[in-house]
């Protein structure tokens, strides 16, 4: 047993075997227990009708075995058990008759006064009863919360009809956090009422009713007891430590002891002995828990029983008042009176060490493989105990409420500054989250401006929706210079007699066909076989309804599908053929060429291919993706062996299932998984593609070609990061100077690639990552930059008057504008701006959108796209489809936009974006 002060010492051997009868012992209440035992006393464990059988094993492990002299079941009345307990005894004389837990309270209360030892008795009958404390103190004249119970919900309607929202629901009778429940509506109020009511509590039995309360606002304290013939003492005062986190607004990051000295711990200690007196409470332990509101302060409820948590804290309590603690307290209570008149009125102050409790905080979330972190806070100076820690195979979640924290550590030292540091290296640890390592995931390895999935998938999923394409956009109305005039351009003898086709034009293709159009020329729409619906109604905001002269489903073959195309175009002549969108390249090359137009040609089969690509430019002498595609794993083995990990293995037709493997074993894993769903699909030609996993910045070099004449239109990098867990979270998308050291690297290697590929015409969007080794190419878009050509206005501005979009018009069909435009955009830019994608660190039901509002009315703001609307669903975002949305930037003053974009960062940190509707909040 921890020794006492040397004025506190108890009495050896008090009980002379006499029997410590102590009903439901679990969690501290086993402690209290095996305190007495240690001074003397037998044990006899009675459990009370309805004690659930996994409770019975809830025995802290600093207790060990409990070793009960005997255990008995409550009988159907106190004779009865009575009787069976002095056949139990075998003689020896009963000394105290306890709770050990929360479900034995009033049995202990009944039973104690039944037998004729010390006890708080039955005059008030059943006081745990949270109502029935809120009453009595209300009656007594204390500060009591408004509330209304019962066992129908007829008995609560009317107070549930009148009182404020949020409202708090809970059992009658319940320990912890047992279904309480923070209820933001009166139909959850109603569903959680009838839950409860049907519910079985984790203490055992059903509800016996329900309570609902206000709820309160303010610091929540916790005040721990111990009593005697009505003498209170108080052995500590506790302050939870909430905050907002993951956009939970009561997340719990500890509990701290409180100064006994101060006047709000001396109103605390007053009010809560005030409470004890009113509830009848006289001997033994208690657990006050007490909002301090900003009108003084109100019980929130009492425990009849001793600070549970499994008496965790009792090291840090003996070490804080310097020998005792509550375990001590209460054994002394119940056997040792001449010790509990030695306990001081309340703690000692100063603290004679520093320390608190510690809640672990995850900011992220996925299947645990292993917990490094926890072996690294148990080398920590101040680490006393951990408990409620996640296991390997478990999964995590972000912590917003006590049931997602991550476990809890006390932490203890006598030097004040240990623990703050230790505290401070927790905190740290959470936020780069160090505590564990998670198996990895399939992820869906897709950039800022692939909106359709390519090779004919019917999923068309769009970056940024919640329900597929139906997205918010909203393009700034108030901004002079992004709506310049209509300028028709005349670029043959009569434009009006001629047409132009685009295939599958949906996206920035769209917006290049709308150009067509304003330059007076008429568009055939040609739709590859397969793309669906959705995509062909994909058109930017900027475009306004399509006047097409004809849209057209490719045929079966060339010929008939050539055939169809002239008879669309009538008596007009077709001038060019080209692809507006990644679908549309294949058959774009095969029509152009049979049509004899401008044309990249067939000379390089299905060069859009990304294997193919690679296998090109490395016969080229280019830097290439080492790669290796095979539709067995022995076709793959030999280059997984020899590469360094992490590869990334993905259908050699797609991105949808990419992911990134960090071992033989996950890969061979993940391998045969995504051969067994291709096969399964049907797929025609099935095969994995492994490939190397490419480190540095990403970036994106678009240009326009005529004639085998390359011009660079921009060059964008990615704004990449760790958020919410996850590796590589898009931030935005910046311009790079075209003079910066970078640009010159990346424009020639780009060029190369173009000519390796041989595409000698038209609109190219490269995806290319600078390694430590140089540039490397990830894929080659056979098409204009994606991404509904938001950065258009923004493009313009940089430049000076053109873009990607009007320069693949003149390409194709203006050759004197084309031959004025520079082969490498200005430098320096005649504006400043970017694409800033919208980042959630909260989820929830979107109640409404303020945040967007502020956006809109930012100085640089010129164009906003999300899929984020009430009622839809948003959460953490850790990847493209998890953002909230993207927003384009723009000003002549690279201030104005810092500034804008900044604004935008801290409405994201404090989740003032988007407003939830009230999520599900159990409460301690």
């Known amino acids: 047993m921890t020794p006492l002060p040397n004025d506190i010492q108890e009495s050896p051997y008090l009980g002379q075997k006499k029997i410590a009868v102590v009903i439901t012992p679990y969690s501290t209440g086993c402690m209290v227990a095996q305190e007495i035992q240690k001074r003397g006393y037998l044990l006899i464990a009675v459990w009370t ?3 659930a059988e996994v409770m019975k094993t809830h025995v802290p492990k600093a207790c060990g075995r409990m070793d009960y002299f005997a255990e008995i079941d409550q009988a159907e009345s106190l004779e009865e058990t009575k009787k069976r307990l002095l056949e139990a005894a075998k003689g020896h004389e009963i000394a105290c008759c306890f709770a050990g837990g929360e479900a034995g309270v009033d049995f202990a209360d009944a039973f104690s006064e039944y037998l004729g030892v010390l006890s708080n008795g039955t005059e008030i009958p059943n006081r745990r009863d949270k109502y029935v404390q809120q009453e009595l103190i209300r009656q007594a004249g204390l500060r009591a919360v408004r509330q209304a119970g019962g066992t129908e919900f007829k008995e609560v309607e009317s107070f549930l009809m009148t009182e404020s929202y949020p409202v708090v629901l809970k059992p009658t009778e319940s320990a912890g956090s047992d279904g309480v429940k923070l209820c933001h509506t009166f139909e959850d109020a109603k569903q959680h009422f009838e839950k409860l009511m049907k519910s079985q509590l984790v203490n055992g039995g059903e509800c016996p009713s329900v309570l609902c309360q206000e709820f309160l606002k303010g610091d929540e304290y916790v005040i721990d007891h111990v009593s005697r013939d009505g003498v209170h003492k108080t052995v500590m005062l506790w302050v939870y430590d909430k905050r907002k986190a993951n956009g939970g607004d009561f997340v719990y990051f500890g509990m701290k002891p409180v100064d006994p000295t101060t006047e709000e711990a001396r109103i605390l200690i007053n009010y809560v002995r005030r409470t004890l007196d009113i509830l009848g409470i006289k001997h033994g332990p208690s657990h006050g828990e007490v909002m301090m509101t900003s009108e003084g302060p109100c019980l929130v409820e009492m425990n009849c029983r001793a600070h549970g948590g499994d008496g965790c804290w009792r090291p840090l309590a003996l070490a804080l008042t310097g020998g005792y603690s509550q375990v001590e307290g209460a054994a002394a209570s119940f056997v040792d009176p001449k010790s509990f008149k030695k306990i001081p009125d309340r703690p000692p102050y100063p603290f004679k060490a520093a320390g608190q409790n510690v809640m672990l905080v995850s900011y992220s979330k996925g299947k645990v493989k292993s917990t490094p ?13 951990m408990d ?3 296991s390997p195979g478990a999964e995590v979640d972000y912590t917003q409420d006590l049931i997602t924290c991550i476990g809890q550590m006390i932490v203890m030292h006598p030097d004040h500054e240990i623990v703050k540091r230790d505290i401070e290296f927790i905190r740290l640890m959470e936020q780069i989250n160090g505590f564990f390592v998670y198996e990895s995931q399939a992820a869906d390895l897709v950039k800022p ?4 999935r390519r090779h004919g998938t019917k999923n068309h999923k769009r970056v940024f929706s919640s329900d597929g394409p139906h997205l918010i956009r909203i393009m700034s109305n108030d901004r002079p210079e992004l709506r310049g005039p209509l300028v028709k351009r005349m670029t043959t003898m009569d434009s009006s007699k001629e047409a132009v086709v685009i295939v599958d034009p949906y996206s920035t293709g769209a ?5 067509v159009m304003k330059r007076g020329f008429s568009v055939i729409a040609l739709w590859t076989q397969g793309i669906p619906p959705e995509v062909k109604q994909h058109t930017p905001v900027s475009c306004g309804k399509m006047d097409y002269l004809a849209q057209v489903d490719a045929k079966d073959d060339l010929m008939a599908t050539s055939e169809a195309v002239y008879k669309a175009a009538g008596m007009k002549k077709i001038v060019a053929c080209f692809a507006g969108g ?6 774009s090359d095969k029509l152009s060429e049979k049509i004899k137009v401008r044309t990249n040609g067939t000379k390089v089969v299905n060069r859009s291919d990304k294997v193919v690509q690679q296998d090109i430019i490395r016969k080229h002498g280019l830097r290439s993706l080492r790669q290796v595609r095979g539709e067995k794993f022995s076709d793959v083995e030999e280059f997984l062996t020899t590469e360094p990990f992490p590869v990334v293995l993905k259908p050699s037709d797609g991105a949808i299932g990419a992911k990134l493997c960090h071992s033989m074993d996950e890969a061979k894993e993940h391998f045969e998984l995504l051969m067994k769903s291709q096969e399964q699909a049907g797929v025609a030609t099935p095969g994995i593609l492994c490939q190397e996993f490419l480190n540095g910045s990403e970036y994106v070099v678009d240009h326009v070609s005529r004639d085998g004449e390359h011009k660079t239109t921009m060059v964008w990098v990615y704004d990449k990061g760790t958020c919410n867990g996850a590796p590589f979270v898009y931030f935005g998308t910046k311009p790079l100077d075209s003079e910066s050291p970078e640009a010159k690297i990346l424009i020639p290697y780009i060029r190369g690639v173009l000519d390796a590929l041989e595409i000698a015409n038209g609109a190219t969007s490269a995806e290319v990552m600078m390694t430590p080794n140089g540039p490397c190419l990830i894929a080659m878009n056979i098409r204009a930059h994606g991404d509904d050509g938001n950065w258009r206005p923004l493009a313009v501005a940089l430049t000076g008057g053109y873009s990607q979009v009007d320069l693949t018009v003149d390409s194709y069909l203006d050759k004197q504008k084309f031959s004025t435009i520079p082969s490498v955009y200005p430098s320096p830019f005649k504006a400043a701006g970017q694409e800033v994608y919208l980042v959630s660190k909260g989820r929830g039901t979107v109640r409404s959108t303020p945040g967007f509002e502020v956006i809109k009315e930012l100085q640089s703001f010129v164009y906003l796209e999300t899929g984020v609307h009430p009622g839809s669903s948003v959460d953490f975002t850790v990847d493209l489809f ?15 936009v810092n500034s804008d974009i900044k604004k935008i960062r801290e409405m994201e940190n ?3 974006i988007i407003e939830y509707e009230a999520q599900v909040t159990y409460l301690k």
């Open 49 to 51: 009708i309805g004690f």
């Open 373 to 385: 972190g926890y072996e690294v806070l148990r080398m920590l100076p101040s680490c006393v105990h």
């Open 388 to 390: 409620g820690l996640v």
């Open 449 to 452: 401006d692939d909106f359709v």
């Open 511 to 515: 917006l290049i066909a709308d150009e």
């Open 582 to 587: 990644d679908t549309g390249v294949i058959l």
């Open 882 to 896: 998890s953002a909230l949305g993207c927003v384009v930037l723009m000003h002549p003053d690279p201030k104005v």
């Open 910 to 912: 404090k989740n003032e």
